[in-house]
């Protein structure tokens, strides 16, 4: 069996997981992928429930099962919570427990969608990309970290260091996924300030002898966040540290439309994938039924590639998202406060791509 957890999380992250575990059940029936479900808690639920945004119980249980599968983590609730034991370190935990190191965003735009871009339909013609985000190293993890009054005045720092090796691993998943792609990956730096980037240049270049088939182009962070505005289709896969793929990947998120369409996945070198959508818990619109979806779906799609090698079914669950965008489906984050465009909810969205997957 193949054992999935489910950490579906705050706000519309258990709305949005019970959509896409649906989505699971009905395509590991379809093309026998022998799944096992179960569920933990992790973000704001988790410290109100177990004193902790993710506790060692869960960690252990990620640690055997095949993939796992996460909504959204926090809330109002937990926002004035000593920083510690916030609802996010669940999330840097678990990626950081299960050796996550790369953070795959897709970013494309659906042809039925192309008007909910803030760019004009032109420039989001044929967008296509894939950030690769490095996501345990960093100035994110690097120490020494934290805030100190000295002689009367407050300061703070933070350290942003990677080693050779963390480097080189991150750059060869980002080749391989360009190899099944155009062949192009764009290594995404500063080094022109930062002897971190001048590091990676370095290496990024050594890895590269062994992917002759890509073309590699550097381009500086800050002309590549011009550049995705003026220029996304130009974009095949990004390779970039914590920070950069932090920033650039909610921008190439923005460009596609909604935060409701973008899922991830993270992977690592332990074997256990972590699956989710790229946006947050939305407290705003939580529990009401319409959250969109499709994000997590898709999410699912990237789990049954990575983790159980199962393209076949991934393609139909992406095919059935276009399908029911194509009928002219729509949830509420995706019109645009168009008046005239009928929206339907969470739950309705999920069984409508069910219908059209069986
Ligand atoms: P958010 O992504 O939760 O919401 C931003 C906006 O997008 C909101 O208006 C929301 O209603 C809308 N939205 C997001 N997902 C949607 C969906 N599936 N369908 C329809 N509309 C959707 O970001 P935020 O408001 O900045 O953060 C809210 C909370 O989520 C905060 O506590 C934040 O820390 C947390 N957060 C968690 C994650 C994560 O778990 N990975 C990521 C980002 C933010």
Same mark, same amino acid.
């Given at each position: ?10 706000g519309?992250?258990p709305?949005?997981v ?21 569920e ?16 060692d119980a ?11 599968l ?18 996010e370190?669940?999330?840097?935990r678990i990626?950081?427990?299960?050796g ?6 897709p ?7 192309a008007?909910?871009?803030s760019?004009?339909?032109?420039i ?6 894939l950030?690769v ?18 002689e ?14 963390e480097?080189?691993r991150?750059?060869?998943?980002a @080749? %391989?996924a360009?190899? &099944?792609?155009?062949?192009h ?5 500063? /080094? +022109?300030? =930062?002897?971190v980037?001048q590091?990676?240049?370095d ?15 550097h ?6 966040a011009m ?14 540290g ?7 990947s ?7 439309g ?16 972590l @699956? %989710?959508?790229?946006? &947050?818990?939305?407290?705003?619109i939580?529990?009401q039924?319409? /959250? +969109?979806? =499709? ?12 983790s159980?090698?199962?393209s076949?079914a ?15 489906h729509?949830t509420?984050?995706l ?24």
């Amino acid at each position: 069996m193949n054992r999935i957890l489910l950490l579906p999380g705050d706000g519309i992250g258990p709305e949005v997981v019970r959509e896409a575990r649906a989505v699971l059940e009905l395509v590991s029936r379809r093309f026998d992928l022998k799944l096992e479900f179960e569920e933990a808690l992790i973000g704001g639920s988790a410290i109100d429930a177990e004193e902790t945004p993710l506790s060692d119980a869960t960690v252990a249980r990620a640690r055997e099962c095949q993939a796992v599968l996460l909504g959204a983590v926090g809330g109002p609730k937990w926002d004035d919570m000593p920083v510690d034991i916030r609802p996010e370190k669940g999330l840097l935990r678990i990626r950081k427990e299960l050796g996550l190191f790369a953070n795959l965003r897709p970013a494309s735009v659906f042809p039925a969608l192309a008007a909910a871009s803030s760019l004009r339909p032109e420039i989001v013609d044929g967008i296509d990309l894939l950030v690769v985000r490095e996501l345990t190293g960093g100035i994110y993890f690097g120490e020494p970290r934290g805030r100190a009054t000295v002689e009367g005045t407050r300061e703070a720092r933070n350290t942003m260091v990677y080693d050779e090796h963390e480097v080189a691993r991150i750059t060869r998943v980002a @080749f %391989e996924a360009a190899q &099944g792609r155009r062949q192009h990956l764009t290594h995404v730096h500063k /080094a +022109n300030v =930062l002897d971190v980037s001048q590091l990676w240049m370095d290496v990024v270049e050594e890895v590269a002898r062994d992917f002759p088939d890509v073309e590699l182009a550097h381009q500086l962070v800050d002309s590549c966040a011009m550049l995705l505005v003026r220029e996304p289709a130009r974009f095949d896969v990004i390779v970039t540290g914590n920070l950069f793929g932090d920033i650039l990947s909610d921008e190439a998120a923005m460009i596609t439309g909604s935060l409701g369409m973008l899922p991830s996945a993270s992977l690592g070198e332990g074997g256990v994938g972590l @699956f %989710e959508p790229v946006h &947050g818990s939305a407290p705003d619109i939580a529990g009401q039924d319409v /959250a +969109n979806p =499709l994000a997590t779906i898709l999410s699912v799609a990237m789990l049954c590639e990575h983790s159980l090698g199962a393209s076949e079914a991934a393609r139909a669950i992406e095919a059935a998202v276009t399908g029911v965008l194509e009928d002219g489906h729509r949830t509420g984050d995706l019109v645009l406060g168009d008046e005239n465009v009928e929206t339907i909810g969470c739950t309705e969205m999920g069984e409508r791509v069910r219908e059209k997957l069986s």
